[in-house]
């Protein structure tokens, strides 16, 4: 997935969640209800590639679930020490980074370090193989549910944008990432 989908999907998630339905729903976390900052939503969304890009310009440690476990583990510490989410919202968003990138297609990536210290399955200087599997990727691959979720992501976005516009509530968004 790319931006777009990565962005708008997960702010859709979040919202769905902190709507009257979601709270009952998912009664234990109900006192978050409109609590939810979501430009911690938004960083989480893209955070794994934040991480992962620059550095590897792939996949690497921030697309790996035991990441996602560190950051949901100190933000359990730090909501049980101090009451506040924003660790925990951060690894929510950055989880379903995994899943819309569909990350148990890679399981060496995913599971690391389970199935070996090497990300990718590769060891260091095997980056040729590296370039030759993505090279294959693309052609084999059809970019239309990119598309496809981008497109999505596009409208979620758009439409939470003119839902703060509608609602007055743009400045109280960028102070608290909170929408009421």
């Known amino acids: 997935m790319l931006l777009l989908a990565h962005v708008g999907i997960t702010l859709g998630v979040a ?14 976390s109900a006192h978050l209800y409109g609590r939810i900052d979501y430009r911690l939503v938004l960083v989480g969304s893209m955070l794994p590639d934040i991480l992962d890009k620059p550095t ?14 560190i950051i949901a583990l100190i933000g359990l510490y730090v909501y049980q020490r101090r009451g506040r989410s924003g660790m925990l919202i951060l690894s929510f968003g950055s989880f379903l980074h995994l899943l819309l990138d569909e990350m148990w297609a890679s399981p060496t990536t995913l599971f690391w370090p389970i199935y070996g210290w090497h990300l990718w399955g590769f060891a260091p200087g095997d980056f040729m193989e590296l370039i030759l599997m993505i090279i ?45």
């Not at 497109?151 to 990432?177: D, H, N, P, Q, Y």
């Open 56 to 69: 590897t310009s792939s996949r690497a440690f921030a697309h790996t679930l035991l990441f996602i476990l």
């Open 15 to 28: 919202r769905a969640l902190d709507s009257p339905l979601g709270a009952r729903v998912l009664k234990p």
């Open 136 to 180: 294959r990727g693309l052609k084999t691959n059809p970019q239309a549910l990119v598309i496809v979720g981008e497109i999505v992501g596009a409208i979620v976005i758009a439409g939470f944008i003119l839902e703060l516009f509608w609602r007055k509530k743009t400045s109280v968004f960028i102070k608290t990432g909170v929408i009421r």
